[in-house]
């Protein structure tokens, strides 16, 4: 292998765990919002309540993470590999 492709390998590592963690995030976050629709329809609307406001936070978490950490990252390891 390429020494400088090995150098950033752990780089690489972290930046493919940051995208599935944001991804986990958004996922989690649409299904507790589909689940807090279908109990609100059931007639419990401050447990839907809640569960919304969950289901937004993972959603907020999840993009803060994309634009915080992995868009970042995956801009400066673009670059490096060009200029390699």
Known sequence: ???PLVELL????ELLLFSLGSLV????GAYLEHFAFTTVESGQVALGGWEAL??????YFSYL???DKCWPRFS???RRLVEA
């Open 54 to 59: 969950m289901g937004l936070l993972a959603i």
């Open 10 to 13: 752990p780089e690489l590592v």
């Open 65 to 67: 993470l994309l634009t």
């Open 25 to 28: 995030l958004s996922a989690v």
């Open 76 to 78: 400066e390891l673009r």
């Open 1 to 3: 292998m390429d020494t």
